[in-house]
């Protein structure tokens, strides 16, 4: 039997806040001045290939910014739309458990107090979660709704070896079993058509997530922006876009073999018109979130119809 998520086949993180809540809640994006250890030298210098100079933070607050004020202009944009919702702060520029346990408490809770706030979302490297930081994350957890958003992107060591992102599955595992230890909230993050990687490869790394213990997973299409090293490799002609018939196909295999619990948070990514080389068929994002719905219909299939093997 077909299983819905209200009018959706998939585990929407739309329909799991409302069903949490009791309401509309979105994320608010923030750019909280961090940086990561592959851009100061710690681990590397120049980031992950395909990730833009703002740190994946391109709609983000501006960090000329306070937090409080970032997040009431983002905030009010957004207010427009729903003005009936609540909101997730969404710590997403840069690596944003990148920093001392006592810094990273006062950043986290300088959100917490704003109204109408339910929780906290926190984007960061795997290998940026130290003891202490875990502790911080811990406590946190214990007082408010809080995700932890792992840039995992491929199980592949050659591809992040290729990426310049100087990690990989295996500290990604550790964090994710840290995380978990302490009842947080698991949303890995993943890159379909990275340069070299082939279908079976792409499949190969929904599979493995969806056999850990992960609560959500964000599904994203590798763009080509300006001013990254992906740029050269893609101008240089090293390795080809994905086409948007492709990426549906592909979304909708991955959602089949995962659990049905699992939360998707996204299907798609973002990308600002004026920094984007490609895909350009990207920027229709309606378009694409309305084919995959479309494909799964005509598969008559839905999340986790596959899982398992079944």
């Known amino acids: 039997m077909v299983q819905f998520w209200g009018d959706k086949r998939f585990h929407s993180l739309n329909f799991h806040l409302r069903q949490k809540f009791g309401t509309k809640v979105f994320k608010v994006p923030l750019d909280a001045g961090f940086t990561c250890p592959n851009r100061d030298g710690a681990k ?18 501006d960090r000329s910014l306070s937090l409080i004020n970032q997040f ?22 840069f690596s944003n458990t990148y920093g001392s346990p006592e810094d990273l408490h006062k950043l986290y809770r300088t959100l917490l107090g704003e109204e109408q706030v339910v929780g906290l979302s926190i984007a960061t490297r795997p290998d940026c979660l130290p003891g202490e930081v875990l502790k911080v994350l811990e406590e946190i957890n214990l007082e408010t709704y809080l995700w932890l958003e792992l ?22 595992l550790e964090a994710q079993r840290s995380l978990r230890q302490r009842n947080i909230r698991v949303c890995p993050h993943i890159i379909l058509g990275l340069p070299g990687e082939t279908r079976v490869m792409m499949m190969e790394t929904a599979r493995s997530l969806s056999g850990l213990d992960i609560q959500g997973l964000k599904i994203h299409l590798l763009h080509v922006m300006r001013s990254t090293p992906l740029e050269t490799m893609y101008r240089q002609g090293e390795f080809k876009l994905l086409s948007q018939d492709e990426y ?29 080389v490609g895909p350009m068929w990207s920027l229709k994002k309606w ?3 309305n084919s995959i719905d479309a494909e799964l219909n005509r598969r008559d299939t839905w999340q986790g119809k596959m899982y398992g093997g079944k």
């Open 287 to 289: 378009e694409v979130l």
């Open 44 to 61: 590397g210098k120049g980031g992950c290939a395909f990730c833009s100079p703002a740190g994946s933070g391109d709609f983000a607050g």
């Open 248 to 276: 549906i196909g592909l979304v909708a295999d991955i959602l089949e073999i995962l659990p049905p619990e699992v939360v998707i948070h996204r299907l798609t990514g973002d990308s600002p018109r004026e920094a984007l």
């Open 151 to 172: 840039g995992l992107q491929t199980i592949h060591a050659r591809t992040a070896q290729a990426m310049n992102m100087g990690y990989g599955w295996p500290e990604f």
């Open 72 to 93: 009431h202009q983002v905030k009010t944009m957004m207010h427009r739309k729903w003005p009936q919702a609540r909101y997730i702060a969404y710590f997403q520029a």
